[in-house]
């Protein structure tokens, strides 16, 4: 009954992960994709308060919360782009014939992320500062809508990076569990001695 059980499970499984696989590929190619996206999510957040009149959570905060709020946006996304450069360091120092082969499929796609990372990182932290130098004393005069798209194209990015940092953790994972070929010959010599001289004691 288990069996059975696993089986539809794994059929279940490699017909979500083929309808899925394209647009994760296509998503994974394409970095500017994130533009849309975050821009669609405060377009819907500007049609909520807008249209509904609600939802504008920042716009009832005082001045002092405001650039409190703007000040540690900006010091988490510089964060995130110090996180990206050390999985670039990763990356890089990364020899073995996993990463090699991943290097050689997807180099150019695993660049134009990792620039792409870092750029739109940066435009969000100036993004920050621009929120904060154009706040007014009575009203935040847009700014929070100036840090609302930083933050939505900060979050896309991260998103973007664990994704990058978690394929070439797996690839380095796959390196250190694959056994190469003169550790399985170490191995395999003493068990082939310890059999000669016990034939020979026989």
């Excluded at 991943?102 to 180099?107: C, F, K, P």
């Amino acid at each position: 009954m288990s069996r059975g059980r696993w089986v539809v499970r794994s059929e279940w499984d490699t017909l979500l992960l083929n309808r899925f696989q394209r647009p994760l590929n296509v998503w994974s190619d394409h970095p500017a994709i994130d533009l849309p996206i975050a821009g669609a999510v405060v377009g819907a957040h500007a049609w909520i308060v807008y249209g509904e009149h609600v939802g504008n959570v920042i716009h009832w905060t005082n001045q002092g919360q405001r650039l409190a709020l703007y000040a540690a946006g900006g010091t988490v996304m510089a964060l995130i782009a110090g996180f990206a450069g050390t999985a670039i360091a990763q990356y890089g120092s990364s020899s073995g014939p996993v990463v090699t082969a991943l290097r050689s499929a997807h180099g150019k796609a695993i660049r134009r992320n990792w620039l792409n990372i870092t750029k739109w990182l940066l435009v969000s932290t100036i993004l920050c500062l621009a929120a904060m130098a154009i706040d007014g004393e009575k009203s935040p005069r847009g700014s929070e809508w100036v840090f609302e798209t930083a933050l939505a194209l900060s979050i896309a990015k991260f998103v973007r990076l664990l994704f990058l940092f978690g394929l070439i953790m797996s690839s380095v994972d796959s390196e250190v569990n694959t056994p190469k070929n003169g550790q399985k010959a170490a191995t395999a010599a003493p068990s082939r001695r310890g059999t000669s001289r016990s034939q020979r004691s026989q």
